[in-house]
């Protein structure tokens, strides 16, 4: 273990861009829930259905910032617990924005698009996008992470 040395000069490529887009992922997660509780500016629809579908979303995206706040952390100290983490926080960004985009599509709530729900499309993108590409990053670069 590294014992939170710096990574050094033989950091993977994009590590710095990978721990930022954790701890944005992680922030913009927080917000969300904020701004949703707060002033409602992010929610697509005032249905009941739909308010009791997002309500049931808060435990499992704390779930999903913490995941990716702990594998930031762990990346940039090259902890090994980084594989762990980033898989942990991969999968719940895959399985989040399945979710979603299931009841998307179920709904019809992409026939049409205002502001709230282009910010919905766009993090059902980096959702499904983000969370596969972490999943082969951290265990691309499991070698590297396990290196004393």
Same mark, same amino acid.
């Given at each position: 273990?590294?014992?939170?040395?710096?990574?050094?000069?033989?950091?993977?490529?994009?590590?710095?861009?990978?721990?930022?887009?954790?701890? +944005? $992922? %992680?922030?913009?997660?927080?917000?969300?829930?904020?701004?949703?509780?707060?002033? /409602?500016?992010?929610?697509? #629809? @005032?249905?009941?259905?739909?308010?009791?579908?997002?309500?049931?979303?808060?435990?499992?995206?704390?779930?999903?910032?913490?995941?990716?706040? +702990? $594998? %930031?952390?762990?990346?940039?100290?090259?902890?090994?617990?980084?594989?762990?983490? /980033?898989?942990?926080?991969? #999968? @719940?960004?895959?399985?989040?924005?399945?979710?979603?985009?299931?009841?998307?599509?179920?709904?019809?709530?992409?026939?049409?698009?205002?502001?709230?729900? %282009?910010?919905?499309?766009?993090?059902?993108?980096?959702?499904?996008?983000?969370?596969?590409?972490?999943?082969?990053?951290?265990?691309?670069?499991?070698?590297?992470?396990?290196?004393?």
């Amino acid at each position: 273990m590294n014992g939170g040395n710096e990574t050094g000069a033989d950091a993977p490529a994009g590590l710095r861009a990978v721990t930022v887009m954790l701890w +944005i $992922s %992680a922030g913009a997660t927080v917000l969300y829930w904020t701004t949703f509780f707060t002033s /409602g500016a992010v929610r697509t #629809s @005032s249905e009941a259905a739909y308010i009791a579908f997002e309500r049931a979303f808060p435990a499992a995206d704390a779930w999903l910032a913490i995941a990716a706040a +702990i $594998s %930031a952390s762990m990346l940039a100290r090259r902890d090994p617990r980084a594989i762990l983490w /980033g898989l942990i926080a991969g #999968s @719940s960004f895959v399985y989040l924005g399945l979710l979603d985009v299931l009841y998307n599509l179920e709904n019809g709530k992409y026939a049409s698009i205002d502001g709230a729900m %282009a910010a919905e499309v766009i993090i059902n993108l980096f959702s499904l996008s983000f969370g596969p590409f972490l999943i082969i990053y951290v265990w691309r670069h499991r070698q590297w992470l396990l290196r004393s």
